[in-house]
C-alpha cells in the first residue's frame, strides 16, 4: 500500500508540474527513502484519493511503522518532509516567476499562488474548513470567519513575545532561512516552502503567501533582515514602492507597537493580497485638505476605526504628508478625548497604514492607534473591551482594521452548544461552552423566534454586530459629536 500510495503522490506532482516526467524514478527514490524502504513496486495500482487523502495515508504508514507518532505534529512535519521532494528547487520557481511577471505581474502571483496550494504549503484541505459569513451593517458589508488553522493567541504573549532573546535558528517564522527547513516539535516544516525575491526601493525584501490564508492570495513580504517592526517614513515608500511593482495587490502593515500591533513584532513585514476589504468600499465622508498637499485628495473614511484616506497620482506627495501626519501623532496629546503620546516614557500613538491602486491613483489610509491601557481596560482602551472577550480578546490587527474578523476555533463548538441551548431552551450558564455567551445571548433572544433553520444564521448575525463594536472599540475617535470634533482637531494640528 505504500508503493500504491507513493505512485499516486507522483502522479500528482506530475500532472500538476511539481516535476517533470523524467523526474519520476528520481523522486520515488527520493520519498521510498524517507520509508526505509529500498525498493519499489512500479507495478502497484496508484491509491485513488485527493492531494490530502494521499498525504494522510502515507502518514498512517510512517505510524504503522514506527517512524513518526499518531500527533498532528509529527505528521506535518512528515508530510511536508515528502512533499520537500516534489517541490521544484528555489532557483527554479524564482526563475519560472520572472519569466511570467515580465508577461504580466498577476499571471506571475497566479501561478505563485497555484504553486504554493499545489505543494501543500497552503494546505488546502484545512483552509476549506474555515467557517465564513458577511454581515452587512452601518458600515457596509464586512467578512467574519472562524478560523479552525490557528490557535487563539493571547494579547500578553504577543507583546511578551518581541521582548524575547534573539535565539534558535530561523530566528522567526518569517526569516528566510525557514526556506527548506525541516521543522520540529516546536517550529513548522517549511520543504515545500519557496519565497519570491522583490526589491522595493533598493532594499532586499521577500515575498510568500500566509499559509493560512485568511483571504485571496494573502501574501506577506518581509525584510530580508531579522528586524523589529517600525513604522516610519520608510515604510509609506516601501508600501507604495510594492504596489508599484505589483498593482493588483494592496499592502499594508501591522502598527508597531504591542497591543494594536500584529502577532509578529519581531520581524518588520507587510500583508498583501488581491482581496477587496470593506474598508475599500467605505466612502469619504468628511473632505478633508492639508496645506501646501494641492495634489492630494484626502478626507476621514466612514468607518469604525479612525481612518484618514489620500490619494494622489504623486508618490511622493503621499509619503510627505503620510510621514507628516505619523509624526504629528506620535507625539499628539489630547487628554479631553483621552489620547496620551505616552505616560511615564511608554509610548502610546502610532499608525496602522495600507497602500493600494486605483488605475492611476496611488492611495493611503492611515488608521489612527493608541495602545494606553488603565486599571478598567488592562488589555487596552483602544481594544476590544472584556464584555467583547467571549467571542474576540486577540489583538486587532492589519487584517481585521480592513473589516475581516479572525474569530478562533473554539467559536466553532460554543455557537453550536449556544444554538442547542437555545432550541432547548437550557440554562446558558449551566454549560461551559455557552456560560461566557449568556450575557450576550440573552440580549437579544427574546427579539427572535429560533428554529432549527434559521437559529445559527442569527448567531452568526449577532456575531457580526460584536465585531463592528469590536471595532468601534479600537477606533481612538467614537463616531459621535465630540468624537468628530476631537478628530479635526487632531487634523487642525497637522
Not at 458600515?139 to 521582548?163: F, H, Q, W
Not at 507604495?240 to 511593482?245: A, C, D, N, Q
Not at 500584529?262 to 518588520?268: F, N, P, T, V
Not at 452548544?417 to 450575557?439: E, F, P, V
Request: charge should be negative.
Amino acid at each position: 500500500m505504500i508503493d500504491a500510495k507513493i505512485k499516486a503522490l507522483v502522479n500528482y506532482a506530475v500532472a500538476e508540474g511539481l516535476i517533470e516526467e523524467a523526474d519520476r524514478t528520481y523522486c520515488i527514490n527520493g520519498i521510498i527513502s524517507l520509508f526505509g524502504k529500498n525498493e519499489f513496486v512500479s507495478e502497484a495500482l496508484p491509491f485513488e484519493g485527493t492531494l490530502s487523502e494521499i498525504l494522510d495515508g502515507l502518514c498512517d504508514e510512517a505510524v504503522s511503522l514506527g517512524l513518526i507518532d499518531s500527533g498532528t505534529v509529527s505528521r506535518d512535519l512528515f508530510d511536508t518532509k515528502i512533499m520537500g521532494v516534489l517541490t521544484p528547487r528555489p532557483s527554479e520557481v524564482i526563475k519560472k516567476f520572472r519569466e511570467l511577471y515580465n508577461e504580466c505581474p498577476s499571471t506571475a502571483t497566479d501561478w505563485y499562488y497555484k504553486l504554493s496550494g499545489d505543494t501543500n504549503y497552503i494546505r488546502r484541505d484545512r483552509i476549506a474548513k474555515i467557517i465564513k459569513w458577511q454581515q452587512t451593517g452601518d458600515y457596509g458589508t464586512i467578512d467574519i470567519t472562524v478560523n479552525l488553522s490557528k490557535p487563539e493567541k493571547d494579547p500578553k504573549a504577543i507583546a511578551a513575545a518581541k521582548n524575547m532573546p534573539q535565539s534558535g535558528y530561523p530566528k522567526c517564522m518569517l526569516c528566510r532561512e525557514c526556506e527548506g527547513y525541516a521543522g520540529r516539535l516546536d517550529f513548522p516544516a517549511r520543504q515545500n516552502h519557496r519565497i519570491i525575491p522583490v526589491e522595493i526601493n533598493g532594499e532586499d525584501w521577500f515575498m510568500q503567501y500566509s499559509p493560512y490564508v485568511y483571504y485571496n492570495e494573502h501574501c506577506i513580504v518581509f525584510n530580508s533582515k531579522h528586524t523589529p517592526m517600525t513604522i516610519d517614513r520608510s515604510v509609506f515608500k516601501k508600501l507604495l514602492g510594492f504596489v508599484t511593482v505589483f498593482p493588483h495587490y494592496f499592502l499594508g502593515s501591522n502598527a508597531d507597537l504591542p497591543i494594536v500591533g500584529g502577532s509578529i513584532l519581531s520581524h518588520e513585514h507587510f500583508q498583501g493580497g488581491k482581496y477587496e476589504f470593506a474598508m475599500e468600499r467605505a466612502p469619504i465622508e468628511k473632505e478633508i485638505a492639508f496645506e501646501g498637499f494641492s495634489d492630494v485628495k484626502a478626507g476621514l473614511v466612514k468607518w469604525p476605526m479612525s481612518t484618514i484616506r489620500l490619494q494622489s497620482e504623486n508618490k511622493e506627495s503621499l509619503v510627505e504628508l503620510s510621514d507628516k501626519i505619523l509624526r504629528k501623532w506620535r507625539g499628539y496629546t489630547d487628554e479631553s478625548a483621552f489620547i496620551f503620546a505616552e505616560t511615564d516614557g511608554v509610548p502610546h500613538n502610532t499608525i496602522t497604514p495600507i497602500a493600494r491602486r486605483r488605475g492611476e491613483l496611488f492611495e493611503i489610509d492611515l488608521v489612527l492607534r493608541n495602545n494606553i491601557t488603565t486599571e478598567e481596560h488592562p488589555l487596552g482602551v483602544y481594544h476590544p473591551h472584556a464584555e467583547l472577550h467571549h467571542i474576540k480578546k486577540e489583538n486587532i490587527g492589519l487584517i481585521e482594521v480592513m473589516g475581516l474578523a479572525v474569530l478562533p476555533p473554539r467559536l466553532k463548538d460554543e455557537l453550536e452548544a449556544l444554538k442547542n441551548a437555545i432550541l432547548g431552551k437550557k440554562d446558558l450558564r449551566a454549560d461551559a461552552l455557552t456560560a461566557s455567551h449568556a450575557d450576550w445571548a440573552q440580549s437579544f433572544v427574546d427579539k427572535y423566534t429560533f428554529t432549527e433553520e434559521n437559529c445559527m444564521d442569527i448567531l452568526q448575525d449577532e456575531v457580526g454586530k460584536v465585531f463592528a463594536t469590536v471595532l468601534e472599540h479600537a477606533g481612538v475617535y467614537k463616531r459621535d459629536e465630540n468624537g468628530v470634533k476631537a478628530f479635526m482637531r487632531f487634523i487642525e494640528s497637522v
